[in-house]
């Protein structure tokens, strides 16, 4: 098997790969139409922040959207037949691409856990997220937030809208010292400002960061956060993925959809987060009555690019046959081949560029090695 | 190895001075010739030469871990990066500059001129102002001498120019300066490096 992925691009083997995963872990595959009514996404577009969508009047005069977000679809779609439904998805969306400002189809896998979802939950979908990152890269970091501390914090600054979405977005940045300009700016006493500072700069491994959160937590909900994280590295400890998680409370998410957990994950080779994710009771509560959700996608656009299988040779043999002469035993010889697990590709030429560990011409009925490319 | 893309011209000379001074320093790059990377493997850096208004592009696709750049090419673009630190260096304000005898007539849109179109945009948004932009890639002073439009939204540095050409600072939108960024995922791998070179930057600018 492992001979078998090694031929595929990485975006195929790891869809292979994190299928089977989520399968294993009892996950179901689910899958959707590429079209949904375009006003269900617009009544949503907060949740997409600004991704761009593509839409188009079908037959009927009805205006659709091409997807651009498979976890809206899910919580809206999927039958909930059972306290907790578990799925899973390989699925395309399109969007804006930031670079082209152009659409873009772009490859999606993830899982998405609708029902009640509790602490052990929360603790598996980020044990699937770390798996998930390892199956791209064994050099991964799972960056680990909890959205009830600064945006707790803010709630009690008695401060604007604007305000408010310019210091999350230095929070984002880890950018301290134009946080505490707006701050000032705002009116927020110093010691508020200092401690927004120290959370948004707080990035460490869970067991050397947690006792740091338990001290600048000051209030309920902060409190609560810190038993979350808590519980996640008890749960986590045993793990040799847990090394590789890290608490960076910069991640933050919008505060109307996500409550709890959020995360992101990053591999050495990508610029940026190939996984995102996090619980959003808020939008699930929104779309389904009594259901609570945690979930992620892994983004496996531009992981070719990233991890680029360079192969010595584009297949084991080639055979070079002559289509005039009888070629009654050379589909029994290729066949052989292949079950013995070599590649093979038959030819009456050598393709330009192509490479090939050995060669055979295809004489007589027999092989003859001649030469490699 | 930290890969530091710095912005070419004055502002790059003036960091590279300043992390050469904390022991990140690349004689080489004194050299008399072309290139554009320089590398000191002892020091454990790479530098490159790149075009100020592309460092924040180079970080935010990996190809450098950290760089410094200023605050209105951050504030222009839309990247994806951390902004670490305020090193304070080239200090100037994004300002709106008229002619000196200008009066603003708010019965119809503003005309401006600029490169910092997405600057001017969100700054007449925050104001609630309408406005038309165009445009300009460089002697942005002259549209308003020229009756194109009624300001600019430009850098003033010391006011020489606008002085020269007539102007005045007639709203100050921002304080830019020289800002240490990184690149997200960098940050995530080599960040104990990132941290002392931030650390070493922050005790030698409080000197």
């Known amino acids: ?373 | 190895m930290l890969n530091i893309a710095l912005p070419k011209g004055r502002l790059g000379d003036k960091v590279y001075e300043l992390f050469a001074s904390i022991g990140y320093d690349c004689s080489e790059i004194y050299s008399d010739n072309r290139k554009l990377v320089f590398e000191n493997e002892e020091n454990g850096v790479r530098y490159l030469l790149v075009k100020p208004s592309d460092v924040a592009v180079y970080i935010a696709h990996g190809a450098a871990d950290i760089g410094v750049v200023g605050k209105d090419i951050l504030e222009e673009g839309d990247f994806d990066i951390y902004e670490l630190l305020d090193l304070g260096l080239g200090k100037c304000n994004m300002c709106v500059a008229a002619p000196n005898d200008y009066v603003e007539d708010f019965d119809r849109p503003l005309r401006v001129a600029t490169k910092f179109v997405n600057i001017a945009k969100n700054y007449y948004i925050s104001l609630n102002r309408e406005i038309e932009i165009i445009k300009l890639n460089g002697s942005i002073e002259i549209a308003p001498l020229l009756g194109l439009t009624d300001v600019i939204v430009d850098i003033v540095e010391s006011g020489k120019t606008l002085k020269e050409n007539n102007l005045r600072v007639y709203e100050k939108i921002m304080p830019i300066s020289a800002r240490l960024i990184a690149n997200k995922s960098s940050y995530k791998f080599k960040g104990a490096d990132i941290d002392r070179l931030m650390q070493k930057l922050q005790e030698e600018l409080a000197k």
């Not at chain 1, 809206?76 to 152009?102: G, P, Q």
């Open chain 1, 1 to 373: 098997m492992e001979e078998f992925l090694a031929t595929m691009s990485k975006e195929d083997s790891l869809n292979y790969e994190l299928s089977m995963l989520y399968k294993q872990w009892g996950y179901k595959e689910y899958r959707m139409a590429k079209f949904e009514e375009y006003s269900f996404y617009s009544d949503n577009r907060d949740f997409l922040s600004g991704k761009g969508i593509l839409a188009f009047n079908n037959s009927d005069g009805r205006l659709m959207a091409l997807k651009p977000d498979i976890t809206l679809s899910i919580v809206k779609n999927a039958k909930l037949t059972c306290a907790l439904t578990k799925l899973y998805y390989n699925e395309s969306v399109f969007r804006m691409s930031d670079s082209t400002m152009d659409y873009k189809e772009i490859k999606q896998t993830g899982v998405e856990v609708l029902g009640k979802v509790d602490d052990y939950l929360v603790a598996e979908v980020l044990s699937l997220a770390a798996k998930s990152l390892k199956t791209i890269d064994k050099d991964f970091v799972l960056s680990v937030s909890h959205m009830s501390f600064i945006p707790s914090l803010l709630s009690e600054l008695g401060i604007g809208e604007n305000a408010r979405k310019e210091i999350i977005r230095c929070v984002n940045g880890k950018n301290t010292h134009d946080l505490r300009s707006i701050c000032e700016k705002n009116g927020v006493s110093a010691d508020k400002t200092e401690l927004l500072a120290k959370l948004a700069g707080i990035n460490g491994r869970f067991d050397d960061v947690i006792p740091v959160l338990a001290d600048l937590a000051c209030n309920e909900e902060m409190k609560k956060a810190c038993d979350e994280l808590s519980f996640i590295a008890a749960s986590m400890r045993k793990s040799p993925l847990a090394e590789r998680l890290r608490v960076d409370l910069s991640v933050l998410n919008n505060t109307e959809y996500y409550n709890g957990i959020i995360f992101q994950g990053y591999v050495e080779k990508a610029p940026s987060a190939v996984l995102s994710g996090g619980r959003y009771d808020k939008l699930a509560g929104k779309l389904r009555e009594n259901t609570q959700a945690i979930g992620f996608a892994v983004y496996l656009d531009n992981l070719n690019l990233y991890y680029n299988k360079k192969r010595e040779y584009d297949s084991d043999i080639l055979i070079l046959f002559d289509s005039a002469d009888s070629s009654e035993n050379l589909l029994a010889l290729v066949e052989g081949f292949v079950d013995k697990g070599f590649s093979v590709r038959a030819e009456h030429t050598v393709p330009e560029g192509y490479r090939a560990k050995t060669v055979y011409a295809y004489e007589n009925g027999a092989l003859k090695e001649v030469t490699s490319c």
